[in-house]
């Protein structure tokens, strides 16, 4: 395979006139007949297969050639749903991409074993959680990740709504809970760290990263719907920065959440996120706040460790609404190669205590 | 008003009960009781309407704190739809934003009187074009932009497919439009501007952007879609670059064209738009290639035009498949604060006659 293969599932009539529209409209947008045939031939997306369910249900598998996207992952995206996006009852449902353009990308720095290695957890799942709410000072935040690093999260990271708000500024925020979570490491001989947010404007990112990293944050926040999947490869990608980071699916949910549109959760949330080189992708899990279905749930956790090149395997972080009740069940479902993510259900009753107790359940596995 | 008021349409039951989840999960993530009584008076949400239209259609007004955005358009949209994304059933149907909020944004430099004074237009719709297919070399693009220029076209953009593809890369290309369409208006006198693309990798933006200013480009092209509504921001309110800036709608289907989820054509393709600075925001017409209806489309051009703090209003570029002999009925249906944007039918036939043809066409107005 030399080419990027992508299915596209089509509501409706007549497959094969949409498939001939998205072939050109995805690379050359332009009247086929008349553009020169070597154009037509090299350039323009090849319709591969077409198969129908019924009268209405199809699946159009359109391949491209790999120079349309020039090696870079904006270009890459743009291709593959840039224009189609538009498009009423077309959804991206499959993906292969060429080894040619899988190698120009880094993909994740660590992986499933760089984290392991990292959290000295050689086998278990790794303990996650979030910082709230919104509105609390940087101290009592921090006061709050210590409580955290103590009682041995691996990860600790912003919630993702905390951004530039005058409760909690970014600076103050990350330099006092960088500070109180290495405080608590130096106490427990632990590998805690601190995961802050860069959902911040688009020319203070790189540098926010840089700046997370001199003040002791061990790991890094993306959210790729709103700044970009390409701001996420750039801080994973960044060898002076060389922190794990964690992609979240804020504003992604309008990728996913329609059922005849959209792109498939395990495309979106697993090989998007891979591809831009998280290490960690969050997502919903079943059961919580959202409505993401079992099987939603594992297409992200097979995306996110299949063969893809030889880009690493990241790690699964489903949460949104987790309890420590469902721990067994987590793990039963996505395995041990997981990041386990409770965030408000630790303040029910004690915060140390419930801590404490999540810790010790992910460490018996 | 002095709180961010967002309605949003509901399909389902128990609006209450959604609206008490969402004024929650895009703020706090914390379990409400648990949560300091000033947290909860002044950092979440407050449902301020529901109305139901009957069983399972509701309309539900939140309003928030503008702090909770921090004054950066990212956690702007964070608040708005980050989590809420992943919600089956909801839409954001309207938007209304505080004076004290709006204060914080540039929002587009030239808008429609400063296009109109760049352009020497001062009532008629501006014309304008793209540069296709994707595959030509960097000369023969320059030579099409050329023709375009002399015959007078106000504006040539790169086709939103063009980025660093081996065929024509991003410095070649836009070294060399630029000189032709610079020539071109060193011929006629003109002021025809060309827009190359911006959808390069995100570190490569905004150096990207003064590049094509040195090298003679007069507008540039952002896809807010795939580098983020905060590329755009940062691209239009750099004073050193002081271009006009074109938004371009790929990726952006996947916020709009889902009947029951996502964003109302209207936000988000003019106000969003609009709010990050573009001047102009282009979108696919009733009628061409793609499905938007008459009415989403004057929603765009709406929310383009009305009150919105002191932001510039802009124009709107209906396009998609436009062809010469729908110029009447488009200038019929947006008025003359439009940028008629006409690509692949220019072709058909002789480029230049055509081209200038379509020039006569709209300077008649």
Known sequence: MDRIYVTYAFVGENPAAIADVIRVEQTIEFPYELAPSWIQEEVVGKIEEISSQDKTNHLITISYNPDVAGGELNQLLNVLWGNVSLFPGVKMVDLKLPAQLLQRFVGPRFGIGGLRKLFNAPTRPLVAT???????????????????????????????????????????????????????????????????????????????????????????????????????????????????????????????????????????????????????????????????????????????????????????????????????????????????????ALSRGHLADNAARMCEMVRAY
Chains 1, 2 share one sequence.
Request: proline residues 5%; aromatic residues 6%; negative net charge.
């Open 130 to 344: 979030a910082l709230k709410p919104m509105g609390s000072d940087a101290k009592t935040l921090a006061e709050v990740a210590r409580t955290l690093a103590l009682a041995g999260f691996d990860l600790i990271k912003d919630d993702h709504s905390l951004a530039n708000q005058p409760w909690a500024t970014w600076k103050d925020r990350v330099t006092l809970i960088s500070q109180a979570v290495n405080e608590a490491n130096a106490t427990t001989g632990g590998s805690s760290v601190y995961a802050p947010s860069l959902n911040l404007p688009f020319d203070q990112i790189s540098d926010a990263a840089h700046t997370a990293k001199e003040l002791g944050a061990g790991a890094l926040l993306v959210i790729p719907g709103i700044t970009g999947f390409d701001s996420l490869r750039k801080i994973a990608s960044d060898n002076s920065i060389a922190l794990p980071v964690l992609g979240h699916p804020a504003m992604l949910g309008s990728l996913v959440i329609s059922k005849d549109e959209g792109i498939s959760h395990g495309i979106a949330l697993g090989t998007f996120m891979r591809l831009a080189g998280a290490d960690i992708s969050i997502f919903p899990n079943i059961g919580g706040r959202f409505s993401f279905t079992s099987a939603q749930c594992l297409e992200i956790a097979d995306r996110s460790r299949a063969n893809l090149g030889k880009l690493n395997p990241i790690m699964v972080a489903p949460a949104g609404g987790m309890t420590l009740e469902r721990i067994p069940e987590m793990i039963e479902m996505y395995g041990k190669d997981a990041a386990l993510l409770i965030g408000g």
